[in-house]
């Protein structure tokens, strides 16, 4: 799953920081996906972004897209709800 945010303040620090420039072509789709509709998720494990964790818990990064800097938040499982 990944999840736009406001602020990574009830997340925790940021694990990475991308240039959207800078991320792999799975990695830009997905967060194509986010942003367009705030959340993404796919249970293909192959489109995962290899840039992104996946865990049961949150992960933070901050992307930069078009001069501005985005929180996006991955997990698998319960992640975010469970926080």
Known sequence: MH????????????????????????AQHVFEETIT????????RSLE??????WDTTT???VT?????HVLLTYSGEGCESQ
């Open 60 to 62: 933070v990064y901050n």
């Open 37 to 44: 509709d705030g959340s993404y998720s796919t249970t293909n």
């Open 3 to 26: 999840e736009l945010v406001e602020s990574p303040e009830d997340y925790g620090e940021p694990l990475e920081t991308y240039r959207y420039e800078e991320l792999g072509s799975e």
């Open 65 to 69: 897209y078009q001069n501005e800097t």
């Open 49 to 54: 972004a290899p840039e992104f964790r996946y």
